[in-house]
């Protein structure tokens, strides 16, 4: 029997706050029409001090779970793929694992900057073909704002915030999953860092000071990098598909600069209507970046059940990477009854979560002095 890894599930969340080029072009000098020209973007979405990664990720989740008839303690897996996770460890994914009751799922984050959702959807849907797994939770979650020098107008125009994620599951229908590519050139890595904050760097008052905890960026070089790539991994991962380049329907490429998605539809010699574009209302929001815009296309009916298309991304790392997949869900309202059964789920999990808790404390009264006693006799 085959196994095909199918895209059943989809969703996403970004803050409602949204910071125009004018409110940024009142902190450093810059203007909207040089960001809308050098870019495309117009506005970017910003988390407030109550939203972090997590949070935002476990909204894309339970919106993504929303599609499925899964529930989430069904899941086998969840992987949250990003550069700004809510701490160097407990991962991301675990929190988000409580968030959602996925009682039964592995979970644990994935580091390759804005390519981190086409490697998280590639490694997942691998598993679910070799038939170690049956369900898998991929989510691509920033909050980047965090992490960005206001004073750097370099940077602090290209950023946002938000979250995107799939929910995959093993069929035995053709479709959904086909063939990914995953590069990385990491001679690469100082062109776009945050050089602080690991065990090269650790955080002290210098590195606070130095601004080492922002990103940084060559983005002239990263420039050219994306647009040498971005073309060379649509047609790789089309050929290890068995799909010629022109007939792809739809290709969601991941949202950093408007220019580079036009030299990658000059490469690839496909008119830009092909190409999912809403960088101008996000920005680039890293690994969300790509999920999100599948999630908008999927609704504003450009994907469709049949449909072959590509997902592609470059980022930090350097890292590269693109997946190709057949379209097989179809574009279903959420329900009523499903968002009652989704916060009733939520409350559940957190409940839940509480009660792990205390437990564990209550175990540790009777337990931990049981190990004293025997490390004192
Ligand atoms: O997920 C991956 C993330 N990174 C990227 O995708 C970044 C890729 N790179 C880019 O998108 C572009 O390189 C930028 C948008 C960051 C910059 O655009 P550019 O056309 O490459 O500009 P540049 O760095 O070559 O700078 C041209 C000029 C410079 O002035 P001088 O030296 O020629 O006088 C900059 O100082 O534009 C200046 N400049 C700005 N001017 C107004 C740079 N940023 C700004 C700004 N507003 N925000």
């Known amino acids: 029997m085959t196994n095909y890894a199918h895209i059943t599930g989809w969703g996403m969340a970004v803050p409602d706050h949204v910071m125009t080029n004018h409110d940024i072009a009142e902190m450093v000098d810059t203007n909207h029409d040089w960001i809308v020209s050098r870019t495309g973007i117009h506005e970017r979405r910003i988390a407030d001090e109550?939203?972090?990664?997590?949070?935002?990720?476990?909204?894309?989740?339970?919106?993504?779970?929303?599609?499925?008839?899964?529930?989430?303690n069904e899941l086998d897996l969840v992987i949250v793929a990003t550069a700004t996770?809510?701490?160097?460890?407990?991962?991301?994914?675990?929190?988000?694992?409580?968030?959602?009751?996925?009682?039964?799922?592995?979970?644990?984050?994935?580091?390759?900057?804005?390519?981190?959702?086409?490697?998280g959807v590639s490694l997942a849907s691998q598993s679910i073909q070799s038939g170690a797994i049956k369900s898998a939770l991929v989510i691509g979650s920033e909050t980047l704002s965090r992490f960005i020098n206001w004073n750097d107008r370099g940077t602090c125009i290209l950023f946002g915030d938000g979250a995107g994620a799939f929910v995959i599951e093993a069929s035995e229908e053709p479709g959904g999953y086909l063939a990914s590519v995953m590069r990385s050139d990491g001679s690469g890595g100082s062109l776009l860092e945050i050089p602080a904050g690991g065990s090269q760097l650790p955080a002290s008052a210098e590195t606070v000071h130095n601004l080492d905890h922002t990103i940084h960026m060559n983005g002239r070089e990263v420039f050219r990098f994306a647009t040498r790539v971005m073309a060379g991994a649509t047609r790789d991962v089309s050929e290890r598909a068995g799909i010629k380049v022109e007939e792809l329907d739809m290709i969601v490429p991941h949202q950093a600069n408007q220019r580079i998605i036009q030299a990658a539809a000059r490469g690839l010699d496909l008119p830009m209507e092909r190409f999912v574009m809403n960088l101008d209302r996000y920005g680039n929001t890293s690994s969300a970046s790509i999920p999100i815009a599948a999630c908008e296309a999927i609704e504003a009916g450009k994907i469709t059940p049949g449909d072959k298309i590509v997902l592609v991304g470059f980022g930090a790392g350097l890292t590269w990477g693109a997946l190709a997949l057949e379209w097989v869900a179809p574009d279903r309202r959420i329900s009523t009854t499903k968002r009652q059964r989704r916060r009733l789920r939520a409350r559940w999990a957190r409940l839940r979560s509480y009660y792990r808790r205390f437990a564990r404390w209550v175990e540790g009264l009777l337990f931990g002095a049981v190990v004293e006693e025997d490390e004192d006799s």
Do not use: W
Not at 53 to 70: E, I, P
Not at 90 to 108: H, K
């Open 85 to 119: 996770p809510e701490h160097l460890f407990p991962a991301t994914a675990c929190l988000v694992q409580d968030n959602i009751g996925a009682i039964n799922a592995g979970a644990f984050d994935l580091s390759a900057a804005c390519s981190g959702f086409i490697y």
């Open 50 to 72: 109550k939203e972090s990664t997590a949070s935002l990720a476990t909204k894309a989740a339970f919106r993504a779970l929303d599609r499925t008839d899964l529930k989430p």
